[in-house]
Structures are given as C-alpha cells and as structure tokens.
C-alpha cells in the first residue's frame, strides 16, 4: 500500500478557493416593485397590478389597502430562481385584477410586501355617464340595450322589459343583473333567445331576455340600468402561446328607462281593477235542461285574463236564488309565460243542490274590466240561466177521519155523571190524536233523513278529495319552496275550511299563532316585496304542524275551545300524517 503525503501548500490553496466561492454566491438584497399595465381606463374596465418580490425576503402583498377604492376581480403567484455569474437569485411575482370602485383619479397606495413597501402610484378613472332612453348604435366589443313596451301604461298594467346583449367577441362567465325598480313587481318571462344580426357592416350575436313589470304606483318609474359582469376570451397567436386561453374581465352597463304610469281613471268605481288587454268569462253546465230533486249540478266559471298575473284575478260572484244550495270547490289558478307577456286564468268548480222542486233562475254575472288598448271600461259576462227540477217532497200522512157513529138513546142520568164520563173521552182522544201527529213526524224525519244522506256523503266526500288535493299540493310547495305555488294552495284550504268567507291567505291569520302568522308574512314578503327575497318553506311547513298538534292537545283538556278546528273534523288527520 502507498502512503500519500498531503502538501501544505496545496491544502491551504484549496481552502482560499472554497472561501471566495462562498463570498461570491451570496444572495442580493431584497427589492419590491409594483407597476400596472395602464394608467388610464374608464369605468366598469380593469387594470392588471403586479408586484415583484425580488431578494433575500420573504412574505406576500398585503392587499387590504386595495379594497377600498377597488375590487379585487383575480389574484396569480409564481415564483422563479436563478444562478448567474456565480449569484443565487429568486423572485416572487403577485398579479392582481383590480376594477375601480368609482370615477376620477384613484391613488394605488403602497402595498407591504415582507419588510419592503411598494411605490403608490396614481391612475385615472374616466366616468361613464348613464345612457338615459334606448335607441343607438352598438359599439364596442360588447353593447347592452333595454327596452319597455309600452313606455306608458295605467297602475297594474303589464309593460315588457326587452334586454339585448350584443357581443362581437366571445366571453365566458357571463352574469346579468335583474332589473329593479321601487313599486313594481317583475317576472322574467321564459327562456333567452339567440340570434344573429348585421348592423352597420359588422355581425353581432344577440342574447334577448324578456320579463313582465307591473307597476303598482303611480308617477314617473324609473328602471336602473342593468350590469353585465364578464370576461373576454383573449385569442393568442404566434409560436410559444400558451395552451390555455387568457380572459380579461369586463363591466357593462345598459341604458335606464323611464316609464310613465298613469293612475287608476277616476270614473273606475266598479270593484277590482283589472287593467287587460283581452278579458273572458266561460261556463260549462250540464247537458239538458231537466235536473232531479236532489241531485248536484256542477257548474264550472273560467275566468281569462291576458296581461295579469294570477293573483290579481278576483273570486267570481255566486248568485243563487232560494232553495238552492252551493258547495264550491277550491278555485284552480294557473299562468303560462311568453314572449307576449302572462296569461292567466282562475277557474271555480260549483255543486249546486235544488231542495225543491221548480224552475230556477241563475242571474247574469258581469265582470267589468279596463281595456288598455281602447281606454274603456268593457264587460266580460254570462246571461242568465234558467232550469227545471222535477221531482217530490215527502208528504206527512194524515190519519183517517172518525166515522161518525148512529146516535141512540141513552137513559137519562144524572147530569154531574155526563159531565165527568164526557171529560174522560175527550182526554183519550187528544192522548192518541198527539201519538198519531209523533208517530208520523218520525216517519217523514227519518224518510228525509234516508233521502240526504247519499248526497251529504257524496258532499263529504267530494269536500275530503278537494282537501286532500289541496294538502298535496301544500306540501309539495314547502318541500321545493314554490311561494306561488304555496300561496294557491292555502286559498284552497282556506275555500274548504271557511266556505261561508272570502279565501285568501289572511284568512289564516285568524289562529293568532305568533309562529303561524311570522312564516304567512315572510311567504307574503316573498310574494309582493320588490327585493326578490330567496323563500324556503320549511318555516311554514312546520309552523302549520306545530299549531295542528297544540290545538289537537289543547282539544283534550279546553272543551271551550272557541276558534274553529284547524281542519274539517274528517280531514284534520290528513295533514298531520306528512
């Protein structure tokens, strides 16, 4: 084996070498710098901002400086390393997408990255001024157009709102805002239509969405403009773009409108308004003329409506002449959505029992309404209907008279003795007379009883379907949280429950429960507020439950109960079961 001897001088070379390689990879001193892409932008545009992290430091951007003159829209970080000329390098970069809050010069402060701060920076801001009316030629990459028909309508009258979105470059992650107006109820009308139009040389595409507006008070309205929140799908050509497609955001806003509403004409003084364009009313009635003693007839009332909502439909008058009885069924509301508007109809179902027999007369019915299109009051009516009922009454039997007996001579007695036995006869004979007058009035009682009974249960049963129809479909709208849906079919319990009053939603107010009455205000808040409050009907749903089981126990211990049940006697099981 051969020893090698280590030379001192070479050792002491090596070392020199490894200590200046050390002095010379030491990492620079840390800087920051913040820069953006434009100075100058109008509203509803962005600016990029990035800062760059370079140094022996570490920490990221403190941006809560930013949020107050601006939305942050996006934030990207990367970092990178490098070794030149014998020095270690790396740095961080932080890219955010910034949109200005407001109009004028806005001051980008500085921002505290780690131990280092960035440089403010100024920018400015030009202001866009609303565009007032519709019309115009689209410019830019994106336009936006509303517009109402008619621009003048009577309170309650239909106007459509028409939203145009043209674009000539492609985007993604589109979001439009709702048009919002104090006192005006709005309903978007079906689904958006896509078209191509060529205007002024250049081929744009078209998103239309329509909605209904009904005014609910007089004046000048004025409609917001909408907002279109977007982002551009910027297109990269040339040799090293990157696979993925880079997006800027964008901000757009439409014209406002301003529609006049006129009020309710000062001659109107004939019930409910019903400002409509076109107005009917039908009826549907058996075949024939001739009805049975007894029997029901079903009559059935549609009310038409274009131009109105379901709810603004009034109940329909039930005239009926004596000795006839009604059993109305819940009122069916229904409503279908076009690019014309709403059309809407209610429709009551009517059991008609005649207790005697004869002709009858149902009296016309008119119901007077506002035509928008000629400015008159207009009638929509039936005439009067006139039907025979044949058939008879249970008639009390009169008992046969007492025949009368040859008068023979008697002896003559004492006249106390006659006096007393004539008494005696006469006490006997009003005892069988008033036994005969009980015996036949129990005879025709349980005749007639026989006689109702098969229509009062066909009635019980009929009332049990339209119930149970009406709780289905009550449940159904708390579990997906349908607030009209819910509303129809409270009037329709509320028809059957009070039968003798007008249904409506407030009838159910009349329990005084605190939970009860809190979740009918939050379901009528929802139905008629302008602030489209998100509803869920898992309040309501469990309200009316919990009200049915405390009334079901307060039944066992107060027989002074004096509210109505909840439920008609055979259907309060029906509800409680789901």
Avoid at 402 to 430: C, F, G, H, Y
Avoid at 447 to 463: D, F, G, H, M, S
């Amino acid at each position: 084996m051969v020893a090698y001897k280590l030379n001192p001088l070479k050792v002491s070379f090596i070392g020199l070498l490894f200590l200046l390689n050390w002095l010379l990879i030491t990492p620079v001193f840390a800087a920051v710098n913040a820069q953006v892409d434009r100075q100058q932008m109008a509203e509803g545009e962005s600016v990029n901002l990035t800062v760059t992290l370079s140094g022996d430091d570490s920490g990221k951007p403190e941006t809560a400086v930013l949020e107050k003159d601006f939305e942050i829209l996006s934030r990207n970080h990367s970092s990178a390393y490098s070794f030149i000329n014998g020095s270690i390098g790396s740095s961080d970069t932080w890219q955010f997408s910034l949109r200005p809050r407001r109009g004028g010069e806005l001051l980008i402060p500085a921002i505290k990255v780690g131990k280092t701060t960035t440089t403010p920076m100024m920018i400015k801001v030009k202001k866009v001024a609303a565009r007032s009316g519709s019309g115009g030629m689209p410019t830019g990459d994106i336009w936006l157009e509303m517009v109402a028909a008619p621009e003048s309508v009577w309170v309650q009258q239909q106007t459509i709102l028409t939203i145009k979105i043209y674009q000539s470059v492609a985007m993604s992650q589109a979001q439009l805002s709702e048009p919002k107006s104090d006192h005006a109820v709005v309903e978007k009308l079906g689904d958006d239509k896509q078209y191509q139009v060529n205007d002024h040389g250049k081929n744009w595409r078209v998103t239309e969405r329509k909605y209904a507006l009904f005014p609910q008070q007089s004046g000048t309205m004025t409609i917001e403009p909408v907002q279109l929140d977007a982002a551009i799908v910027m297109h990269q050509r040339g040799y090293g773009a990157s696979m993925f497609q880079s997006t800027k955001p964008l901000r757009v806003l439409s014209n406002k409108i301003n529609i006049e509403v006129k009020p309710i004409v000062s001659l109107w003084n004939q019930g409910d308004w019903l400002p409509s364009s076109k107005l009917m009313l039908t009826e549907t009635w058996p075949k024939g003329e001739t009805f049975k003693l007894g029997e029901p007839i079903t009559r059935t009332l549609t009310l038409q409506a274009e131009g109105l909502s379901e709810s603004q439909l009034p109940p329909l008058p039930l005239l009926l002449p004596d000795n006839l009885k009604s059993y109305p069924d819940q009122p069916v509301l229904h409503h279908s959505l076009s690019e014309r508007g709403i059309r809407s109809s209610r429709q009551e179902k009517i059991a008609i029992i005649p207790t005697v027999p004869g002709t009858y007369i149902l009296p016309a019915i008119e119901i007077p309404w506002w035509n928008v299109n000629s400015g008159k009051i207009e009638l929509a009516a039936l005439p009067a209907r006139s039907f025979k009922v044949v058939g008879t009454l249970m008639t009390p039997v009169v008992p046969p008279a007492a025949t009368s007996q040859p008068v023979t001579a008697i002896e003559a007695v004492p006249s106390i003795a006659m006096d007393k036995k004539e008494s005696q006869w006469k006490m006997i004979a009003l005892f069988a007379l008033f036994g005969w007058i009980v015996t036949l009035l129990i005879l025709l009682f349980n005749a007639v009883i026989k006689k109702r009974a098969p229509t009062e249960k066909k009635l019980r049963t009929y009332e049990q379907e339209g119930f149970k129809q009406a709780k289905g479909a009550f449940l159904t709208a708390c579990n997906i949280h349908d607030a009209k849906g819910c509303e129809r079919a409270l009037i329709s319990m509320a028809a059957i429950q009070w039968p003798n009053s007008a249904a409506s939603l407030h009838a159910w107010h009349a329990y005084n429960d605190v939970n009860l009455n809190q979740a009918l205000r939050a379901l009528e808040r929802a139905l008629y507020s302008s602030a489209n409050e998100a509803w869920k009907g898992d309040t309501l749903l469990t309200a009316f439950r919990q009200l049915d089981l405390n009334r079901q126990s307060q039944k066992k211990s107060d027989k002074k109960l004096h509210l109505p049940d909840l439920y008609p006697e055979p259907l309060a099981k029906t509800i409680s079961g789901d």
